[in-house]
């Protein structure tokens, strides 16, 4: 089983539970957690795809249950970054990266039809066929590189376009769009303005895709997972939580 250790913490996200009520900094990670408490005896840490639920007695005070949490912050994050990592494979393991087969571009199916003719690599979309134009060696690596290499190139103006609609309506500015690369997190945001967005969205609808805009955008009001930042996403997104949870169950979140 791997560890989580100094060395390579600067590699993970923070994590964020969408209904965290707690926050606490745990082997160098922001992490906010959704804390219930009950008629039990211990605590309980429930790591799940959304992230971290930890069960506490009633009467236990929060500065002994975030002890607990650093006491054991390889346990949390190792089993966090194992449930993310999980989720992040799926997109592409739904993909069959072979002639005939197909991947998700914008929520609708596409078929590929590889290209073994002279000339430039590349992609070309036309009626729900991808030919992609490869050389006579390709691999299957090679294959899923050249169309995520041209995914890359269309989701971008993509991102732009529905920040510059929904930027205005939440009335925030951001500075820059960042793509991420990272299986583990659809986007973030940071307070001088920049977004960053997975690029992986591209094989989703643009409901999802407005979605994850609008959450991060929304971050730039609220820092935060509380009651007003939801009623900001919900003033956009009415059905965010409907969308929330169809995206759940994907690749990273």
Known sequence: MSTISATNIETLPNFYHPQANCEVQIGGVQLAY?????????????????????????????????????????WVLRHLKATHDRR???????????????????GQSVTLQLDFQPGENGVTLTSGMARVNLPHNASTDHIRHQVHTWLVHQIHPIFEARLHHFAPQLGVQWTRLKLSNANMRWGS????????????????????????????????????????????????????????????????E
């Open 34 to 74: 959704q804390l219930k408490r009950g008629k039990r005896k211990t605590l309980q840490f429930s790591v799940r795809p959304e992230g971290l639920t930890v069960n506490a007695p009633q009467s236990m005070p929060l500065d002994k249950i975030d002890c607990e949490l650093r006491l054991r912050w390889q």
């Open 88 to 106: 992040a494979c799926r997109a592409d393991q739904a993909a069959d990266w072979r002639d005939g087969g197909s991947f998700f571009f914008l």
């Open 189 to 252: 945001a940071r307070t001088d303005g920049s977004i960053r967005l997975n690029w992986r969205l591209v094989h989703f609808r643009m409901a999802i895709i407005d979605y994850v805009v609008v959450h991060e955008l929304s971050h730039l009001r609220f820092m935060n997972h509380g009651p007003q930042f939801w009623n900001t996403v919900r003033s956009i997104v009415p059905n965010y939580a409907a969308l929330r949870l169809e995206l759940k169950g994907q690749a990273v």
